[in-house]
T-cell receptor
Framework: AQSVAQPEDQVNVAEGNPLTVKCTYS??????LFWYVQYPNRGLQFLLK??????LVKGSYGFEAEFNKSQTSFHLKKPSALVSDSALYFC????????????FGRGTSLIVHP | EAQVTQNPRYLITVTGKKLTVTCSQN?????MSWYRQDPGLGLRQIYY???????DKGDVPEGYKVSRKEKRNFPLILESPSPNQTSLYFC????????????FGNGTRLTVT
């Protein structure tokens, strides 16, 4: 079975400060991990993924995520937040030995204050 | 432009009146799927399709039907909608189901009264 948790419903950060959006997962095999962003009245957009290789993954719009196998985490980070980063962020996981169905987290609302 | 197109964007209907939400992709993707998004629950998969004429249930298939007669189209059918199907629906596609990211449509907000 696979599962993913986003422990924070909302994250608030000031513009220019670093941001972190947390994600932890549980799989039986090896994880395929994804981050998506959703702006108001839009579908989800892909940000980055971890399949294998380097634990630090770089993605779109200056975002990056660090895969930590021992802590089963895949936190999303950005060194300097922008007001335009305010959106809903989803973490998703697939177990490489499991079903075709990815499991999405409940989402974290990121609010960047000017 | 590569995209997934859903129609309509907004739909208000009454209980029991059959409806279809269309989804089309122009990227020649083999894998397509439908999700519903509800507050506090994230996204849950309704149905998915690995290729033409190949469909399978997701996590919440009850009350929904799909078909995949052509590679580019994957309509979602509600034969007898009920108020608990009021939700925001997304169609998504990808080259494959394993480690490829999903491309999402802009969503269909359905209200069933």
């Amino acid at each position: 079975a696979q599962s993913v948790a986003q422990p924070e419903d909302q994250v608030n950060v000031a513009e220019g400060n670093p941001l972190t959006v947390k994600c932890t997962y549980s799989v039986s095999g090896n994880p395929y991990l994804f981050w998506y962003v959703q702006y108001p009245n839009r579908g989800l957009q892909f940000l980055l993924k971890y399949i294998t290789g380097d634990n630090l993954v770089k993605g779109s719009y200056g975002f990056e995520a660090e895969f930590n196998k021992s802590q089963t985490s895949f936190h999303l980070k950005k060194p300097s937040a922008l007001v335009s980063d305010s959106a809903l962020y989803f973490c998703a996981v697939r177990d490489d030995g499991g079903s075709y169905i990815p499991t999405f987290g409940r989402g974290t609302s990121l609010i960047v204050h000017p | 432009e590569a995209q997934v197109t859903q129609n309509p964007r907004y739909l208000i209907t009454v209980t029991g009146k059959k409806l279809t939400v269309t989804c089309s992709q122009n990227m020649n993707h083999e894998y397509m799927s439908w999700y519903r998004q509800d507050p506090g629950l994230g996204l849950r998969q309704i149905y998915y399709s690995m290729n033409v004429e190949v469909t399978d249930k997701g996590d919440v298939p009850e009350g929904y039907k799909v078909s995949r007669k052509e590679k580019r189209n994957f309509p979602l059918i509600l034969e007898s909608p009920s108020p608990n199907q009021t939700s925001l629906y997304f169609c998504a596609s990808s080259p494959g189901p394993y480690n490829s990211p999903l491309h999402f449509g802009n969503g269909t907000r359905l209200t069933v009264t």
